[in-house]
């Protein structure tokens, strides 16, 4: 008997472009989300906008927009995201951002299934359409007090690069668009390939939503070695595997203690304690998502041979008790 495939699920995302936008808090996280898709991502992107032609902050015009979706259109697993914009006074005020405004309002009205990510100014349109009511948000530290003013009810947060409430994302905006659209590649195709697309951009470091505590599956990464970045894949690929350093050696095509030494040199921090904050990073995980996981089940599907194992590396990496 043949089995049946589930059908793939492809992420319609569509960028809603208005006169001035800020180019990076656009094309920083349009590339991010294209390479993903390049690179196996079930993505559909659009650009669109009021016109077929949009000014941006240096200049240059974005063309060949798209129309603004209709409700017809936006049936089914669709985000919709905002950039924001180089003088948001005068820019939001512009006829275009009003039209997208308004747009935003009726799709409200309509009860919409979609999701909504901000950068930057963006926030601002979100919270004008009443998106952002006794929602968690952010956007650009210069713009906070502006967010608070616009939508009271909102909980503007200052502390975070982004911001997830619901079906809500913001970003602070610039470059913490891209970390946003990391963040979206993992949750909507996987981890791995979010890691894979952060390499590809050659970033420093991935930031999290609770920047500057950095999530262990990024940390550590932020070197530009390929024989270590080949032993993090694989030790990725499965932290539960009992791994030790003359398998990862050999992964690496180098000595034991050659791969100690560039490991220290190069991330900072032992092969050994490495692959135990992977294991705790992923024991949390599972706490998360079920709260009622037993301690044994715990311990097992997170790598370690035995609930004293986990509670005392639990301990020694977080510093609390499990």
């Known amino acids: 008997m043949l089995t049946t495939l589930a059908p793939v699920v492809t992420t319609h995302i569509w960028w809603v472009l208005s006169p001035q936008h800020l180019l990076l808090d656009f094309v920083g996280p349009a590339e991010t ?17 009021i016109q077929n032609q949009v000014s941006s902050s240096l200049g240059v015009s974005v063309t060949g927009l798209e129309k603004l979706p209709n409700l017809r259109q936006l049936n089914g697993p669709h985000l919709v995201m905002l ?67 616009l939508e009271p009810t909102a909980k503007v ?25 990391l963040y979206l590649i993992e949750k909507l195709a996987s981890r791995d390939l979010s890691i894979q697309v952060a390499r590809r951009l050659v970033l420093a470091r991935r930031r999290g939503p609770d920047d500057p505590q950095l999530s262990a599956w990024h940390n550590y990464r932020q070197h530009l070695h390929p024989a270590i970045h080949r ?58 998502q079920t709260p009622a996981i037993t301690q044994e089940t715990l311990a097992f599907q997170a790598g370690f041979q035995s609930v004293r194992d986990l509670r005392r590396v639990f301990l020694q990496i977080t510093g609390k008790p499990l």
């Open 83 to 149: 950039a924001g914009h180089t003088n948001d006074a005068a820019d939001l005020d512009h006829p275009d951002a009003l039209a997208i405004i308004n747009w935003l309002v009726e799709l409200k009205k309509s009860a919409v299934e979609a999701n909504f990510a901000s950068i930057c100014s963006g926030a601002l349109m979100l919270a004008r359409a009443g998106y952002l009511r006794h929602k968690s948000c952010t956007t650009h530290f210069s713009l906070l007090e502006d967010l608070a003013r």
């Open 231 to 288: 032993v993090q894949d694989h030790i990725i690929s499965d932290v539960t595997k009992s791994w030790n350093v003359k398998q990862l050696a050999q992964i690496a095509y180098v000595s034991e203690r050659h791969l100690s030494r560039l490991f220290l040199e190069h991330c900072g921090i032992s092969v050994k304690k490495y692959i135990q904050t992977l294991r705790i990073e992923r024991a949390i995980e599972l706490q998360q």
């Open 157 to 181: 947060i200052g502390t975070q690069i982004f911001v997830e409430d619901g079906n809500i994302l913001s970003s602070a905006g610039i470059t913490t668009g891209i970390d946003l659209a």
């Open 33 to 49: 989300l294209r390479m993903a898709r390049d690179m196996g991502a079930h993505f559909e992107l659009h650009y669109c906008g």
